[in-house]
């Protein structure tokens, strides 16, 4: 993007322009310095579904707000700042040419076939499109760009703008998710291009992004543009969760010129409420937007994620919005704009708008409730954005629990994966005699393959092939007190322990794939090192899968081979079966699954896919994302048999993996132990 | 402390009092419920030194704040709540009756004796009384209680109360550090003991302490009621700032029935700035005051942590103390009070009050400055009040980097300080062959002994007997891809390896007394357990010192033996020193301290001092508080021969440790290494 044109030698524009700086000078002159300003245009209205089907993103959502506003005394106390239409050239600072004519022209198509037209739309890109679109998208964009301007410019204190269609969705080449123009990028765009000396010139620009859904476009405008930093918190749900891609996840952090200035909370599950945005917003959100230091922060107010939102499924209060919104208005000398993006609940957006906009005036914030607390999801999901961040902030090293590295060189160093690695191989080697076998693939992904002696002896019955993620790191439970500060949690031992009393050989590849890998992956600044992405990490659990079938599990004696695959191991496992022949010597396949997909049932030829569906079994937790939220999203896919476990830790469903194998095999029902035996779990779908 | 008798029953007070509610209400009826109170009243500059010393807490205090806010046009926009002064049942329900007698005699002696008295109570308890003392301390007492009844009441939104003497170090038996009575915790009492239905009862306070010393008396009088939160941060060095006491350390949490009730931010050296402050506010102090969820709060203002002041030596400005009032606003419908404490420079406080006070009015903050940041002391003492605070407060534990402790039983669990010392044995081992040694004492506060074949080996020269603490965990640099998230910094390897290549036999003595353990001991709460305390880690460590000493250093044929402590070590080394012969055979001792206190002399016998001086040297890392704050308070003492290292990672100087040794036994000087040695560290003092 480059700085527009003078206006001047631009061609005449398509509607009458209003002057910016004119038109507000005329509804905020000087002495608005101190109030709130707000755009509200019932013209914006005019944007509507032609399918008659009772669209969620319906004109009356701004009028309700305004009512609202209205009812409360809020709009007495404001000033108003006109509606005004982007004009061409202001839209293709961020957006495609293509794109304004393609609308454009769509616009003006007879109804029917627009009609036509919208419907195949709304399949394709989730938008929908009548005779008025553009002019109201116009009006959107442009009225966003003036309250954004009034404010950097000093001209009102703060405000919001109270516009539809929405923005955040609409990337630079195409208009999606019941966006067509970018509003708040545009705006933002323009205050950055503003030339120096311009009351209006902004240098660093906050979004923060609180609509429910990832603000993709937005993101990918300002990708690699260390000016502006953009935070989301939204649903993510593994990438299932609209917009449906990978670029909502904790690791996208921005493009080299600009790492760190994307910072994105994907929430895993529905259901998240105002502890949990407060907790991001305390753990990291705040502390980044300070170090960041914007001079104009812009909220892109999607009220999607408040309590009673038809689509949106969490629980953020008013105040909620309200906290949030106080919070926001620390920074910037309080040059805070709120603009409109979803929420589709009537009385929802309404009392939300609300309690921002008496927030923005100054008004007391409501009281935080008391009880209220973070959801384990929610606490998770902040940490690793935390992680994620810390190479690119000060204030994200700092608030981790231990302190940054010494910068002095010379004292040895031991990282806690590989600690535990050699703590467990000692461990092992006492308890059962097992021995190392040779790592193979990148050396700073350690994996760890261990076997015991009996692997390779003739006689042996079973071997298990035992391929897993190392244990979580947790904190103590305070009311225990023989935990320590910080522990790892971890039942391998336990499953090489059960193979020992079963008389099974056992072969065991643990990887430290973990937590300190993706930082240490996403730490790699684009500077002399190629930009890492995932691959590496599943590329070397498989190779080194491969490996150990290649020259252990095909050598050995044992008549019967048994698969436990556990997290990341799940796919190494499938890798194996896909790629070798597996299905005379393995009689069972267990997967036991963390948060991530299901590996899909190996379908490249029908005999294997038959053998998958006969021997293997899927065990999950019981909040896996399969159920968390959308079950139907997941049937009909050709995940095997699963069974939804009755824990939700991953480690407990590991201890269940003990009954699985044994059904499986065929085997002798476990013998009597001290504690009785769990409910059978429910199947719940099957290819 | 129990509610106050209704007022009918008491007997008539000395001075005519002022009933609170008729006299807010004039001067603010209910069209002030939005405005912003102050009190100010001249009458308070009357208490004064009679020593004529330009004694600090000077009477302009308050004088230049008040004006300063009137050139401002803050008073214009203000409600002033007149002064008046506390009745001795309002301030018996925090301080006892002697003391309101005591001191209402002493200011009633004649001018000469009362000069007398005063010198003295200033030399003893750091207050000087004139003949109005205690009439100013009244109505500073009542001013805040008012105040605070007018906030709480909504009569005003919040508000400044511009008074002294200030009350923070006034605990409930003495008046003590410039204060006579604690305006703040008879007000917070007052208010607590009102009765149901009342308009200005409250339930739980949040009392936030900034002044740069410690509150004592603040924390004293509600140290075991949970409805008051008292939150300070204030210079501490490891207790010897004033007040000078173990009492404002982080690991004072509250007691039996308030645990988490006190949060101390003990700052570990001056300097702190708003970096720090924000980065506290942020990381614990707000997170906990939302769970805490107060309906009301009050900021004890000193202003001696302001950039400037004369006794604070920190660097907050006044955008800092604006931040802060902004964070604390959000809480508790935005009641809010401050109250003057400390504070000694007048510019400084009146800069700061100025800024404080149009938070309060609602103004726009000024921006946060790009490029400030956390220090490391601030960053690590953040990091001990998280875990600190764990145990009591949900936030805290969620916050840690590491998700909570999973609920479910039966997956098998090690600590990280566990598998470094069972890595450790195994490398150990592998590369010295050194053995386990019996571990005595408390099996939950595991050390660590292995000692070399060579300890027991006639001809054995030299036997180094090494007692430290296990390395430091960090996060990794993000800078350096070969770092990992978490890891652990430790030099000691390295030093058996030196001892190793020098030919000496190595006994070694590690001990995991870390953060885990202390957080593990805070976490145990007063139920069933005894309240623990710090004793046990050290008794443990001496125990086990002594035992390698009786078992193995007393029978090691060796000719010579060699000392080195380290952290913790030290300590345990001296205990051994101090119970044991040792003079003989022990023909050096090399003390590395971390941050902690360093040992002293051994003084019980005039030899073993002397030999100790001889054979002895402390290095201690350049930032130890020995040199931080206040070189003469350490002088003077007896700490044997102290070298400053060029390093501040404790874990560097152990490595100059070598040199050290080489010294003191007269050894060759090293061989020529890669690195050229560094420069002669400086001899600063010596008994």
Known sequence: ??????????????????????????AAPRSFAHATGFVYDARMMMHATLADDGHPEQPQRIARIFEMLQRHGCIDRMVRIPAREALRHEVESVHQPQLWDRFESIVKLPVDQLKAYSNDLEISSSLYLNMHSTYCARLACGSVMDMCSAVAAGRVRNGIAIVRPPGHHAEPDSGTGFCLYNNVAVAVQHLLDRPPGAADRVQRVLILDWDVHHGN????????????????????????????????????????????????VPWPCAGMNDADYLHAFQRCIMPIAYEFSPDLVI???????????????????????????????????GKLVVALEGGYTLDAIASSALAVTQTLLGDPLPPWPTGLSCSMAGADTVARVVRAQAPYWACMRQSLDYPPAPKEAGVAT???????????????????????????????LRNQALCTPSTMMPGTQTLLVFVHDMGTWHIGDPDDPQQPALFLADAADDMIQWAHTRGFACLDLCTTQSVSVRMLRNGERDKALPRPDAKPVKTTLEAQALYIWDHVCALSPAQQIVFLGFGSGCDALMHIIANRVVQD?????????????????????????????????????CDHPLYTWNEQQASGKRLGRVQRALESNPMQVLLRAKDALDTLLGAPTAPPTATPAPPAPVVTSAS
């Open 585 to 621: 010597r393995v009689k069972a396949v267990v997967q036991v699954m963390g948060l991530q997909p299901i590996p899909l049932v190996p379908k490249q030829r029908q005999e294997l896919k038959a053998w998958y569906l006969e021997h293997s079994l899927v065990l999950c937790p």
């Open 414 to 444: 031991w990282a806690t994966d590989e600690l535990y690695l050699d703590a467990r191989a000692a461990r092992l080697w006492a308890n059962h005699q097992m021995m190392p076998l040779p790592a193979v693939g990148d050396a700073l």
């Open 299 to 333: 909220i892109s107010a999607g009220f999607d994620a408040a309590v009673g939102d038809i689509l949106g499924g969490c629980l953020v209060s008013p105040t909620g919005y309200a906290h949030m919104t106080h919070q926001l208005a620390s920074l910037a000398r």
């Open 217 to 264: 476009g937005t993101q990918r405008a300002f990708w690699n543009d260390p000016r502006v930093l953009y935070v989301s918190l939204h649903r993510y749900e593994n990438g299932t969760f609209y917009p449906g891609t990978h670029y909502g996840h904790y690791d996208q952090v921005g493009g080299p010129q600009a790492l760190g200035t994307s910072v994105n």
């Open 1 to 26: 993007m480059t700085t527009a044109p003078p206006s001047s030698s631009l061609p005449p524009p398509a509607t009458p322009p209003v002057d910016t700086q004119e038109g507000i000078a005329l």
